[in-house]
């Protein structure tokens, strides 16, 4: 008998079922089966866009299978979060910085009620970045490329059984893990708000080539900016931005393209006036919008 | 293996008719592009149209290996214009017919420099019948210029199909992280209408995800932010 194999087994297996505890299999109707995280005991977390739109699914805990409702989904980051009493100890989440290239995670969810589990490992670790869907994550993290599709939306844990990241399927079969710590800012905010409030300017905006003389002018390393091609009515840019505009920098976040634009609102505090610079007619100065929330709902 | 009678019926008319048309393998053309992606794009497209693949290069110098050793074959390449211009060169000092298929954001801005017999140049996706047509003309030393690309002044992508009211609307609502029923219970639509909307919205931004249509309706100018 081998006794340190045995040994590593059976810590292997230890942690493979405290993950297990943590995670939950998500049905959205039609045979779609994912996986998601038990965030705390009233709260879970999902990956947003493979909800497609649902606004309830069933979930499957070891031995139940409940319907949940879902609270809101922020589709830049890719994280929706739902409500489900399941009286589950909060997870814990591990620190940011214990994570880098190489480690070994395992990836837990559940496909009905079953648990599944993957030993995985960190591909990358970098610093924030952002995703083709205009949300800014904490960290990049890649994970082993592959995932399994029912595993989308499960968690990825280290070695100590905390919550790193949650998977998703990137780009060409990647594997990528929103960050703990993404998920934990989303959380808050909608349990503060109960959706994820969007910061409004109220300008259609376009990417425009500038040419060098007044890239030089300008002081501006990148080729391109972005103007304004519509302003709304009763928006908070209708009182000082036009048509024709360019935008500088919004907040001291300069601006490059349209996409920019989104970004940068979103780190302003709702309802306190925020400085965009502006390039017209051969000036440039500053404007002040007051970043008010796009009152669709 | 091949059965002979095909090649003995093949006689007169139908060798003439298969020496034109797009089944004889003489007549396949060479993908070539930097991009895997492009390339299997490409590759889609040529095969759409009917045309199978006779091989496929991933840098120019390969272009001209596989032009020297095939002199009649033609080409098709793709992606931004930055890109595919050494491709276009290759072919071109082999006297090789091409058809270019550019990308979305890929402007043109002189168009001289890419007139010349044997040429075809082709905005994004284009059809089955736009890409046979110009496989035709290209390699019968015509020039080709899809009139989609001519439209100086204007970015191409809002000249491309914009979105109509209704799926602006509904993108627009979506990018809040509404579900699809309050989407249409807000709209006063069925959840299937708003699905509909979404798809074609879709189509016509070439994209496959809510987060990706969002990004390009507001790249586009389509979407107030």
Known sequence: MNLPLLEWAAARRALAEQAAVGVVGIDR???A??????????????????????????????????????????????????????????????????????DDVLIAGR??????????????????????????????IRLSPGLHPTLEGGGAFDLEGRLCAMAVRGPRHTTLGIPSETIERVVT???????????????????????????????????????????EPDS???????????????????????????????????????????????????ASVVIRERSDR | MLPSSSASAATGNALVIRASGPHNAAV???????????????????????FDVQAVAETPSELADFLRAAPRSWVVTGGALTGIRPFIESARAAAAPVVAVLSRRSDPEDRSALDYGGLAVLRASPNQETFQAAAIASRAGLSVWDPRLNSPGTSLDSVASPLSPRERRVLELTGTGLSTKAVGRQLGISPNTVKFHLRAAFEKLGVRSRAEALMAAIRRGELSV
């Open chain 1, 33 to 102: 089966r994912f996986s998601g995280i038990v965030w705390d005991s009233e709260t879970l977390v999902t990956a947003a866009e493979i909800l497609r739109g649902a606004d309830s699914v069933t979930v499957h805990t070891a031995n139940d299978a409940v319907p949940a409702k879902i609270l809101a989904c922020d589709l830049s980051v890719d994280v929706a979060v739902l409500e489900l009493k399941t009286g589950a100890p909060a997870i814990s989440a591990a620190k940011p910085t214990s994570l880098s290239s190489g």
């Open chain 1, 111 to 140: 496909s009905d009620s079953a648990a599944t589990i993957v030993w995985s490992h960190v591909e990358q670790v970098g610093p924030s970045w952002r995703s083709r869907s205009g949300g800014e994550l904490d960290r990049l």
């Open chain 2, 28 to 50: 396949n053309p060479i993908v070539a592009a930097a991009s895997a992606t492009v390339r299997r794009e490409l590759a889609n497209l040529t095969q759409h149209a009917h």
């Open chain 1, 236 to 286: 908070p840019a209708a009182a000082n931005l036009l048509f024709g505009d360019l935008l500088l920098s919004i907040a001291g976040r300069p601006i490059d393209n349209p996409v920019d634009v989104k970004i940068a609102l979103t780190r302003i505090p709702l309802g306190s006036p925020a400085s965009v610079q502006v390039y017209r007619a051969g000036n440039r100065f500053d």
């Open chain 1, 189 to 231: 905010t909608v349990l503060q708000h109960g959706r994820v409030p969007q910061p409004y300017l109220g300008v259609r905006l376009q990417s425009v080539r500038l040419d060098d003389a007044l890239r030089e002018r300008l002081a501006r390393k990148c080729t391109e900016a972005a103007i304004v091609v519509g302003v």
């Open chain 1, 29 to 31: 109707g039609r045979g």
